[in-house]
């Protein structure tokens, strides 16, 4: 049995290695336990994809484990003392010992008969000595536990941390852990985002635009979403990225006219785990032809008609259609752009799946009702709908009413006698068909309301069958005022011009007025427009005078100096713009003599006025006038002009 010194010696060298086991143990696993919870927040946050980062992460916990191991472990499994070095290592710690105890080990691992040991009774007295000293000391004492307890502590702290760390979201520490511990395994943090094409075409039609939908299932969509297009036939590095554009709860993208095939994805938020799209680009069905038919609204008479692809045709035509495809189709329709929207207009399949038609056995018909732009759209088989590379005008027509243009009577209201005849004259335009022209009117003093009617148009005036030249009918009525009963002096006739065409539409000119006057009032006027013509008559000869005398004068100047200087040629130039007026004051068409003349002539005719004498001395006036308007002034106005051009 060893000796009791030996026994606390060794006990102390116990403790001392579970101390050195508990220090080491204690700090490998606070340090592999740190290094995992902050990879795996890191792993957390930034939510690695790429199996590089990953194995990057896993990488440095391992290199951790093998540090802290290395630092701490093996140490403490290696840590060994012997009874002599645990005896030194008491004998620091109470210095009064000096080498006693650690002597006294020594003496006690010896043989008693050893002869190199020295005496016995010197031992035996020291070994005496000092375990009589080591009895007052606490060995236990002289082993500082405050770093192994610490590095417990430490450990403790980081267990409950990372403890805690798992109630909170279990979830999240299981994926962290078996991402870090297996970084090639498949598993994936728990996504916010959740990426889906809602429109995702894989087929598309050459020259076709290529548009794409995304929503999020997770929820809301992440602020910024990238499409990547992969062009075929190039490489990794040439994939090209366009930010989509947020459209409600939706991202979306447009690619116009596109020609090559390529693949393509999206990624935004935390989601990058969508696959590759492939986009195939292949030929569209076309239409190999088709023929129009253009029906004409029923009221027109006229008769069907082929028409070419710009189709021009009033608002109410109906247009049928014969065609085909240059492949098998499951569906086609007539697509129309208007003003007021898209009309789509369905188009039936024959049974050979290649013919389409819109006829009049057609559930649908396609009406003319606005302008617009038109094209057929096809589908083929396999639901590849063709954007269409050509379309044409349709330019719809409407069917305006008449219009009436009134040539005579001149003025809104016309005085005449009870006796008179009135002379109508008016043209009436229609784009199609004029059906009927008629007179309304009525008779009083005031608030006259038309009653009767005179029909001017006895029998329809119709357009072309081709449409393409508008009607026009030339109406001549002479109203005699005879053969309307109860007019006298301010009694009035309040009459309106009507057109009906075949739609049929009205048209109303504006109200006129017929005042019957006594025969009197009728003379005044007349002799207030006699008195007007006298003084045109004599303006007209008072600078006829002045032409002239400025002629003669011109006429001396020659005779006496033999050329003209530029005063004379003033005069002359005044001269020649005097007898234009004069010209203009005579025989000009409105508002000359001889127009006013003639006007006094047909209101003498019109009204019937027995005034011969009036009419003799006007007819006279008008002979003369016109005599000279024909004959002497344009002589005069010739020769002047030549004279201001060879002066």
């Known amino acids: ?80 003392r012997n009874e002599v070095a645990i005896a030194q290592l008491v004998e620091r710690v109470h210095p009064h010992l000096r080498d006693r105890l650690s002597s006294a080990i020594e003496f006690l691992q010896q043989e008693e008969g050893e002869g190199t040991a020295g005496s016995l009774q010197l031992r035996q007295a020291v070994i005496a000595e000092t375990g009589a000293l080591a009895d007052t000391i606490e060995f236990e004492k002289c082993i500082d536990s405050r770093k192994p307890r610490r590095a417990a502590l430490i450990s403790t702290v980081v267990a409950i ?44 039609a050459a020259g076709d635009p290529f548009e794409v939908e995304l929503i999020d299932n997770g929820g809301t969509l992440p602020s910024n979403v990238t499409l990547e297009i992969w062009p075929a036939g190039s490489s990794r590095g040439q994939v090209q990225r366009h930010q989509m554009q947020p459209l409600g709860e939706k991202m979306v993208y447009r690619i116009e006219n596109v020609a090559q095939p390529y693949r393509y994805r999206a990624f935004g938020g935390d989601d990058e785990t969508m696959a ?6 292949v030929d569209p069905p076309r239409v190999e032809s088709a023929e129009l038919t253009l029906i004409h609204p029923q009221y027109t008479g006229r008769p069907i008609e082929p028409v070419e692809q710009h189709i021009r045709a009033l608002i109410g035509s109906q247009i049928r259609i014969n065609g085909t495809a240059d492949r098998k189709i499951q569906h086609a329709e007539i697509v129309v752009q208007k003003a007021s929207g898209e009309q789509r207009v369905p188009l039936d399949i024959a049974a050979d799946e290649v013919s389409f038609s819109l006829s009049a056995n057609s559930e649908q018909t396609w009406e003319v009702k606005e302008s617009g732009m038109y094209w057929i759209e096809l589908t083929d088989e396999e639901g590849l709908a063709a954007q269409a590379t050509s ?11 008449p219009t009436i243009s009134i040539s005579l009577p001149k003025n809104p209201t016309t005085h005449v006698i009870a006796k008179a005849r009135v002379p109508i004259e008016i043209v009436v335009k229609d784009d199609l068909a004029i059906e ?50 109860g007019l006298e002096p301010g009694v009035s006739i309040r009459f309106t011009i009507q057109a009906l065409d075949n739609k049929p539409q009205t048209a109303s000119s504006e109200p006129l007025q017929i005042t019957i006057i006594v025969p009197e009032k009728l003379e005044d006027a007349l002799s207030q427009q006699q008195g007007q013509i006298l003084s045109l008559l004599a303006e007209a000869l008072q600078l006829q005078q002045d032409s002239r005398r400025h002629c003669d004068a011109l006429k001396v ?86 004279a201001l051009k060879t002066a």
């Open 1 to 80: 049995m060893a000796h009791p010194l030996v026994e606390r010696v060794r006990a102390i060298g116990r403790r001392a290695k579970r101390l050195v086991i508990i220090y080491g143990f204690g700090w490998f696993f606070a340090c592999v336990l740190t290094s995992a919870l902050a990879l795996g927040l890191v792993d957390f946050v930034f939510r690695f994809h790429d199996v590089t980062l990953r194995l990057l992460t896993s990488g440095l916990l391992l290199a951790a484990i093998i540090w802290s191991f290395r630092k701490f472990i093996y140490p403490a499994i290696q840590y060994q």
């Open 557 to 642: 100047q020659l005779a006496e100096v033999g050329e003209f200087s530029d005063v004379d040629l003033a005069q002359m130039q005044s001269a020649e713009l005097t007898q234009r007026q004069v010209q203009r004051l005579l025989v000009e068409p409105e508002t000359g003599v001889t127009a006013r003349v003639e006007s006094i002539l047909k209101r003498i005719d019109e009204n019937r006025l027995d005034n011969d004498a009036i009419r003799e001395r006007m007819q006279l006036m008008l002979q003369k006038i016109r005599g000279l308007g024909q004959n002497q002034l344009p002589i005069v106005h010739r020769e002047l002009t030549a």
């Open 276 to 281: 590759w799209m492939d986009l195939q680009i």
């Open 436 to 485: 009927s022209v008629v007179i309304t009117y009525g008779i009083g003093t005031e608030d006259i309301e038309p009653t009767e009617t005179i029909v001017l148009l006895e029998e329809p005036v119709r357009a072309a069958s081709n449409g393409k030249e508008a009607v026009e009918a030339l109406l001549k009525y002479d109203w005699d005022l005879r053969s309307l009963p």
């Open 161 to 204: 941390a990372v403890g805690l760390v798992g109630m909170l979201n279990w979830q999240a520490t299981s994926v962290a852990a078996q991402r870090l511990i297996w970084p090639l395994g498949s598993t994936q943090w728990p996504r916010q985002n959740y990426l889906k094409f809602t429109k995702a075409p894989t087929r598309l």
């Open 391 to 401: 379309s044409w005008e349709l330019t719809a027509v409407n069917d305006r009413p």
